[in-house]
């Protein structure tokens, strides 16, 4: 394994307890990985930073966007970029539970004695790129559930450890709804950030024309290493959160709730259930994966503010009346956002 | 350097400049405070101004604290205003946090953040604290141009207040009386009443301390003094004039205790003064007396046949000792001749009650009874001697009352004439309403006129074409009243009034006409004859009490053709006029349409996007109806 000279921080690989040079070493290789990934994805800096925040955070990624922009690319480069295993799984309808855990087969051995033995499926990987999630069955999009939450997956009794760092990001298609299967809010919910990926400026649409239709296509390089990547998703957790930015996600989070003091009368009108206990841990835990990307050992409320949309947005069931009505889910974080602040 | 304590220090520094802002946009506002305070002192006087100062002086100190507490800093919100300003990402606050409970040897990097905050509080001490800003509102600047103006108003106005008191005042205490002719004849009528001995000793009391009063008055050295006289003279004629009043009506236990032939002379003494009232209250005791027993109504008969007969001798000796003069009044008036036949004739009246009384024709003397007090209600008012005296009593009121004012505005700085002047226009005024008041009260003694099939109510008589009034005076028409004087009537029937009808009431004079198109009730008050009570305003005899209720209403009805099968709202809104509307269940008719819905969603070509948004609309119907009851 070879790790790049710039980007692997040697007090993140000590134990002694972290100081400021450690927060800033990984800082620094946080936005080369981020650098990294913006050479070959192209114009989609923000979706860039929130799916390197979710898996330098440990949590799991749900994109969401029209096909074509680059979705499949961005988990493959950052693989790449960080030296980890990856892999595909294309969701199709027929696509069965034992297909992505893996599952045990007959094995002869040279006496002749026949034994079970399992055979990992494609979730035995560091990155794990489910593509067209929704185009799964309920069945097989559950299979994930115990892989996403408990890092493990249990197969005929048997339960089986999955290697560490682990991130599920997976795609949907939000325009091709025929013969879809729409995520469950359980599932939903395991997902640490939805990112929704924007159409390309007319700048960045022609740099994506001219450079990946070339001779020589752009190839990321090697910024980090596993056991860098490790110790810098430790260093997320030890992010100082002060009483009052934690006070300001429990604010945020309660606000998204219907009916209860500090929501708008916006969310009281569209919104059905608000966000669970389970999406404020996720707002802390990003906005202090942010904070380490700005450079920082403490949380400030501006990076809640920075991750409260792709926290919240899969988390909040609007009502009938937000269909009728326009209204979306992003519209109504601003509000809630505006009304905390 | 502790961050704990250089926002502790900040917080001060800042608290001090605030506190000066705030001091400083307060001037205006304690200069407009101030030059209230000085006007209401000025204008008000010191409770006033006490007031005004104490709540101007609250409101500065609420303003101030309420201002203050806005910017007031501690080291928490002077951290977050730091970070806010100074684009810190919440370090302040954070490493004050810490520095609070001590760094937590769990978290390591407690101490990295802390140690930043400190390294980079140097840097943000130069701007941590705002500099002063001394800046007056608009709202400050005006309080401060109102101050100034009051403050120039109150000025001017005291210089002008020294200028007045410095100029001297003209006595005008040389006159004492206003009016001392006026006063001599209030003095000569006052003790009048007091010399008349047909007035109660009660009336005659008082009056005589009216004239006593009024002679002090005229002795008085002093406007205050008169005028203190003047005082108890006039209360002592009111009292006296109310005694008169009273002593006029003879009082029920006093009528209870008179003998026959006694009650028979007050009869006869009523008829030659013409005094109607009296008369009507002696009548009523005398048919009281008469409906006990035939015996009791000969005697009474008897009585009164003698008493007018002595009456009239009297009458008669006393015009043949006036010799040429003729026969006076009762109050020592000449009387013409023709009032002197009229004053018999009344005589013969009363007689001739007391001779159908002693027939044992109740009903005819009480008819003739009625008649004679019509006969005297007829004639022009204050004829009477009771009615002169009151009269005498009423004008020595009214002239009092005037003499008191003249009085009152001399003492107030007017010249004796013009005193005088003023005197008259009061008085005048006060004989123009005693004079209306005059033509009300006899207008509202007359008896009503009207029209109607229900009796009157009223304290004078009621006088109709259908049934008479109920009232406590008797009332007349076509069928008699039902009141605590029988009515008199046409027919002579005694009518209670209680048959229900309709009718066109005309009451009261002047003159007005109600019409009351209706049936009443039969418990209903009937329609008023004469209602009102005496002195009062005519208007109040002038109320129907019963217009009645119209006995249908007419409407114009309007019909169109209804739909030959109504749906859905129509056919509810018809059903329910027709009152068959029967409410159809809202979960029958939901899971009707959910059904239909559904099959839809399966055959039609509808995208499955939307088919979930239709099964999400039912979703939400259940759940509203849920929570509705059926």
Known sequence: MTTADNALPTPLLNETPPDDAAVKAASAGLRAVLAEVSTVVLGQESLCREVVLGLFAGGNVLIEGAPGLGKTLLVRTLADVVDVTASRIQFTPDLMPADITGTQVLMRDAEGRSTLEFRPGPLFANLVLADEINRATPKTQSALLEAMQEHSVTVAGGRHILEEPFCVIATQNNIEMEGTYPLPEAQLDRFLLKVIVGS?????????????????????????????????????????????????????????????????????????????????????????ASALIAGRAWVGIE??????????????????????????????????????? | MNVTTALARWSRASNRRRALEVATRGIPWLAAAGAATWAALDYGGTVAGGITGGGAFVALVVGGVLSMRRVWRVPASMAKAVDHEQGTADLLQSALAIETRGPSADEPLETVVVAQARARVPKLEANAVAPIRLRLSGVGAAAAVAAAAVTLLVAATEHGSQQAIAAPVAP?????????????????AAEAIANDLRASPEARAEAKKAAEALKRAAEATTAGSAMAEMSKASRA?????????????????????????????????????????????LAREAMRR?????????????????????????????????????????????????????????????????????????????????????LMRDQPKGGSPADQRQQQAEDARRRMAQMQAGQRAM???????????????????????????????????????????????????GQGQGTPGNGQMPGQGQTPGNGQMPGNGQAGQMGNGQTPGSGQVQSGNPPSQQIGAGQPRPDQIGVISGHGSAGTSGMSSHTPHAAGTPSAFSAEQVSAPAAVTPEGAVRAIAELSAGEHVPTGFERVRDHYEAIAESAIRRDDIPLTRRELIQRYFTVLRNHETEAPQ
């Open chain 1, 200 to 288: 390309p400026t007319l700048e960045v649409l022609r740099a994506i024309g001219v450079s990946t239709t070339g001779d020589k296509t752009a190839k990321a390089k090697r910024v980090m290493d596993k056991p860098t990547l490790r110790s810098v998703q430790r260093l997320v957790r030890q992010i100082v959160v002060a009483p009052h930015v934690a006070d300001a996600a429990a604010k945020l989070t309660m606000a998204t709730h219907p009916g209860q003091p500090g929501s708008p009368e916006r969310v009281t009108r569209y919104v059905r259930f608000g966000a669970s206990p389970r999406a404020m841990q996720a707002l802390l835990l990003a906005g202090r």
């Open chain 1, 303 to 341: 990076d809640l503010v920075a991750v409260a949309a792709p926290v919240f947005r899969h988390r909040m069931i609007l009502g009938f009346d937000a269909t009728l009505d326009g209204i979306t889910t992003d519209g109504l974080i601003k509000s809630v956002i505006e009304t905390v602040s």
């Open chain 2, 172 to 188: 005008h205490d040389e006159v004492t009386i206003v009016d001392e002719q006026m006063l001599k004849e209030l003095q000569a």
């Open chain 2, 237 to 281: 004629l009111d009292a006296a004039a109310r005694k008169m009043a009273a002593d006029r009506m003879p009082s029920a236990e006093g009528m209870a205790a008179m003998s026959l032939p006694q009650l028979a002379e007050e009869l006869a003494r009523a008829t030659a003064e013409s005094d109607a009232e009296r008369l009507a209250s």
């Open chain 2, 290 to 374: 008469a409906s006990m027993s035939p015996e009791e109504a000969a005697a009474l008969g008897a009585a009164l046949e003698k008493a007018a007969a002595a009456q009239a001798q009297k009458q008669k000796d006393a015009a043949a000792q006036s010799g040429q003069d003729g026969p006076k009044g009762e109050n020592g008036q000449q009387l013409t001749k023709e009032q002197q036949e009229e004053m018999m004739r009344r005589l013969q009246k009363l007689g001739a009650a007391g001779e159908r009384m002693k027939a044992g024709d109740n009903v005819d003397a009480e008819q003739a009874l009625r008649a004679l007090q019509k």
């Open chain 2, 411 to 461: 003492m107030n700085g007017a010249s004796p004439s013009d005193a005088r002047a003023q005197a008259m226009r009061a008085g005048s005024m006060g004989q123009q309403m005693a004079g209306q008041q005059g033509d009300q009260r006899g207008q509202g003694m007359q008896p009503g006129q009207g029209q109607g099939s229900q009796p009157g109510n009223g304290q004078t008589p």
